[in-house]
Nanobody, 127 residues
Framework: QGQLLESGGGSVQAGGSLRLSCASSESIDSRNMAWFRQGLGRKREMVGLAYRVGGTYYPESVEGRFTISRDNEKNTVDLQMDSLKPEDTDTYYC??????????????????????WGQGTQVTVSS
C-alpha cells in the first residue's frame, strides 16, 4: 500500500512544456509505472507506460510529444510534455501496477493491473 506523490502540474500556453514528476514511497524497480489523464466528461487515457523490464509505450495522441522516464534509484517517474496543445488540458495521474489481482483498486490497461494511484495534478494549456 504505497503512495504516489505527483508534482509539476500547472498552466502553460500552447506549444509550451511541462515536466510532471511522481515520487513513490516504495520501491518501483519491480513495478510497471504509467501516467494517465482523465477529466470531467472524458474517458481515462494512458499517456505513457514505462515497463519495469525497460521500454516505453505511448498512445498516438501524445507520441512524439511526451516522454516517460523512470529512475529506480530515486523511485520516481517523470513525464516530459512538449508541444502542448489545448486538448492536453486534463488531470494527470501517476500509477503503479501490481500482481495482486484481488485488489479492488485495480484496473486493467495494456496487460497490467494498475492498483496504486496518485491524487492527480492539473495541467492546463491555453491557446
Amino acid at each position: 500500500q504505497g503512495q504516489l506523490l505527483e508534482s509539476g502540474g500547472g498552466s502553460v500556453q500552447a506549444g509550451g512544456s511541462l515536466r510532471l514528476s511522481c515520487a513513490s514511497s516504495e520501491s518501483i524497480d519491480s513495478r510497471n509505472m504509467a501516467w494517465f489523464r482523465q477529466g470531467l466528461g472524458r474517458k481515462r487515457e494512458m499517456v505513457g507506460l514505462a515497463y519495469r523490464v525497460g521500454g516505453t509505450y505511448y498512445p498516438e495522441s501524445v507520441e512524439g510529444r511526451f516522454t516517460i522516464s523512470r529512475d529506480n534509484e530515486k523511485n520516481t517517474v517523470d513525464l516530459q510534455m512538449d508541444s502542448l496543445k489545448p486538448e492536453d488540458t486534463d488531470t494527470y495521474y501517476c500509477a503503479a501496477d501490481s500482481t495482486d489481482y484481488g485488489d479492488a483498486r485495480g484496473t486493467w490497461w495494456r496487460g497490467f493491473y494498475w492498483t496504486t494511484w496518485g491524487q492527480g495534478t492539473q495541467v492546463t494549456v491555453s491557446s
